[in-house]
């Protein structure tokens, strides 16, 4: 079974530009995570969909951050304009989420984002 | 929110030697899950254990919910066992939302 994909995985942008980063899913997981490590420190969980809904997005910094996840597979998450304090690790996670049942996270090699 | 505390902090072990890592919670969880961050920065499950014990060759964990605290438990370490370990718990009707402890570096030296 193939895990959850990511790409790219190193990106490096000056401050003030835009970037966006995908995540593709296990196949059949229908919640989908998004987290942001920044360096030294644990994952923290930006936003959480349930197939194409925003369950969650009460940490996302939404003056510049933007997550969707249009038919209820692939997410992108966007950061326009980026500031320095944004460089870190983003991590998508899925798991099956379905019946509401509590379930193992599964989680992608990550995005390494450096603002310069 | 809930606060996920883990001990040691840092660790650095002899191969071969045996370990213990703590995860202490503030709340009551449904979910608790153990990962390795390897040395290339992938999250690898170790142990979905909300509650009880498992096993998985040198590695065990064990939960005790009542008493808000988690075990991971690496026997005869090896190398390859270098890494952050992290516990990461959801709260009942948080909709699985993972909140992840601070994480054990450990460091397994030949």
């Known amino acids: 079974e193939a895990g959850v994909a990511q790409s790219p995985r190193y990106k490096i942008i000056e401050k003030r530009q835009s970037v966006a980063f995908w995540c593709n899913p296990i196949?059949?997981?229908?919640?989908l995570y998004w987290y942001q490590q920044i360096l030294g420190q644990g994952p923290k969980l930006l936003i959480q969909?349930?197939?194409?809904?925003?369950?969650?997005d009460s940490q996302l910094p939404k003056d510049r951050f933007s997550a969707e996840r249009l038919k209820g597979v692939d997410s992108t998450l966007k950061i326009q304009p980026a500031k320095l304090e944004d460089s870190a690790v983003y991590l998508c996670?899925?798991?099956?989420?379905?019946?509401?049942?509590?379930?193992?996270?599964?989680f992608g090699p990550g995005t390494r984002l450096t603002v310069l | 929110g809930i606060q996920v505390e883990q001990s040691p902090p840092d660790l650095i072990l002899q191969e071969g030697a045996n370990s213990t890592l703590r995860c202490n919670f503030s709340?009551?969880?449904?979910?608790l899950q153990w990962f390795h961050q390897n040395p290339w920065g992938q999250l690898i499950n170790l142990f979905y254990?909300?509650?009880g014990t498992k096993q998985n060759g040198r590695l065990s964990a064990t939960t005790v919910a009542t008493e808000r605290y988690s075990l991971l438990y690496i026997s005869s370490s090896q190398t390859t066992d270098s890494g952050v370990y992290f516990c990461?718990?959801?709260?009942?009707?948080?909709?699985?939302?993972?909140?992840f402890g601070g994480g054990t570096r450990l460091m397994v030296k030949p």
């Open positions: 996670a899925s798991r099956v989420g379905r019946g509401g049942r509590v379930d193992t996270q599964y």
């Open positions: 196949s059949g997981h229908a919640t």
């Open positions: 969909f349930q197939n194409n809904g925003v369950v969650d």
């Open positions: 709340d009551s969880v449904n979910n």
């Open positions: 254990i909300p509650s």
């Open positions: 990461a718990v959801a709260l009942y009707n948080a909709g699985n939302m993972l909140t």
